[in-house]
């Protein structure tokens, strides 16, 4: 059995080892492909101060290229006794080259490694999250235009209220996640320093060329302060696990009224026949279950946090084995938030709308603020045209007139789609994805 990286002459018992190690091989997984990438930065600049000779980092280059070849076509374990993916990398590259392969180690530590393998993992999962939350936005954008005249009733306390739109539904949900982009642009721009060089959080005594590193690795700037760099895991776990959440309340929040307009009560939109189930029982039920499912998973998604926050909140500076237990609830979370995301999108494109919801009378009282807005702009005081509509609603007398003229800035006749969209292309193209696929591209190819 391989032995610990940290083990001398004490045996480690099983038991104080399946606690202490927990699910850190399951979920070093996720982590495989970028302790490859960041092996390779820190090996060129290992080079670059003496550390290592150009053929002993050229086969290292090698010997890692096959590493991360295997990952990627998921052959590569992490073998019995082995305690991480940090580990394993290290060991087969020793058994692969021998003394050559114990050099990798110097002037890092695994505190810095996986902070590093975080940031990676995190950095790209985030461009996932932002082109899929940019996807969805693109198909609200177009149905909001497509049925941009189409009315229906507006809500408040759950009781019908004032005209809207189809336009103003669909446009709503586009702008909230316009700002749920601003979320994720400080969560990525958070992620996107590098840690790499913090060593155990205190830097080394090698002459480290930090900046070599995060040029290589593509990232904006680093953690100049080593001892922040250790300060900031679980802080920006717990950030990041906030613009997450405030996409999944967006979804969830949308999913909600989606299934309620989708029922027989309502009756305003039809989701695509093959995301509703039926029932077991009852020959005409059409469940709304994909997003009653993408409801819960959000709901749950915005806990993450404060899950997060319980576990780090009241540690001091310096590295704690508490935070091991972050990875367990914030890698799997992506997976989750990027599903709920693409079945969104998957729905959205092709729900259909009922046009004809205005012949109901049921929603006639709704054109009351119109009326009381018409005799107002004739010149009765707002307070008697007001008295008026409601007296004339109790008597039965009310008739409503169905043409709306509304036509400030993001109302009925004015969504502000163009203005929307700007916002969004403004905030998502600030992000610069390119640069760090480049950097990546340039680690597996130099």
């Known amino acids: 059995m391989a032995k610990k990286l940290w083990e001398k002459n004490t045996d480690v018992n099983p038991e104080i080892e399946r606690f202490t190690v927990g699910k850190d091989r399951e979920l070093d997984h996720f982590l495989a492909r970028y302790d490859v ?3 390779l930065a ?21 010997g890692l290229w096959g590493i991360y070849s295997a990952i990627m076509v998921g052959t590569y374990i992490i073998e019995d006794g082995v305690e991480d993916i940090h580990s394993q990398i290290e060991l087969t590259l020793t058994r692969m080259l021998g003394d050559i392969g114990k050099k990798i180690h110097s002037g890092r530590s695994r505190n810095d490694q996986v902070l590093l393998d975080l940031k990676l993992f995190t950095r790209k999962e985030l461009q996932d999250v932002c082109e899929g939350v940019k996807e969805l936005f693109d198909a609200l954008i177009e149905q909001s235009n497509r049925h941009k005249d189409v009315l229906m009733p507006g809500y408040t306390h759950l009781q019908v209220a004032m005209p809207s739109s189809f336009g103003l539904w669909f446009g709503a949900y586009a702008e909230s996640l316009a700002d749920d982009m601003l979320f994720l642009q400080a969560a990525y721009k958070m992620c ?10 205190y830097g080394s005594s090698f002459p480290l060329n930090r900046t070599m590193t995060t040029e290589l690795l593509g990232f904006d700037s680093m953690n100049y302060n080593v001892v922040y760099a250790q300060m900031g895991r679980g802080k920006c776990e717990r950030n990041v696990a906030y613009a997450l959440a405030t996409v999944a309340g967006t979804l969830a929040k949308m999913a909600f009224d989606a299934c309620m307009f989708n029922s027989q009560n ?19 039920k059409k469940n709304p279950d994909v997003f009653e499912l993408l409801r819960a998973k959000c709901n749950r998604l915005q806990a993450l946090p404060m899950d ?11 590295y704690f084995r508490d935070l ?66 409601g007296l004339d609603i109790e008597a039965g007398t009310f008739t409503p007139n169905k043409k709306i003229n509304h036509t400030h800035e993001g109302s009925i ?34």
């Open 37 to 39: 990438l960041g092996t």
């Open 42 to 62: 820190h090996c060129k600049m290992l080079e670059s101060i003496g550390l290592l000779t150009s053929e002993e980092r050229e086969r290292i280059r090698q």
């Open 192 to 201: 996107n320093r590098n840690p790499l060089g913090s060593a155990a959080g």
């Open 266 to 284: 309502f009756g305003f939109v039809k989701l695509p026949a093959e995301c509703t189930t039926g029932s077991s029982i009852m020959p005409h």
């Open 308 to 318: 997060i926050t319980l576990i780090m909140n009241n540690l001091p500076s310096g």
């Open 324 to 389: 091991q237990i972050i990875k367990e609830v914030f890698l799997p979370a992506f997976a989750d938030i990027k599903d709920c995301i693409a079945m969104a999108t998957y729905i959205i494109k092709r729900i259909e709308v009922n046009e004809s919801i205005l012949e109901d009378s049921r929603y006639d009282a709704m054109f009351s603020v119109e009326e009381v807005n018409r005799l107002a702009a004739e010149g009765m005081p707002f307070r008697d045209a007001y008295k008026k509509v």
């Open 413 to 446: 006749g004015n969504l502000c789609n163009e203005q929307i969209t700007a916002i969004m292309e403004n905030i998502y193209g600030s992000m610069n994805f390119e640069k760090a696929k480049e950097a990546e591209k340039a680690l597996l190819t130099l």
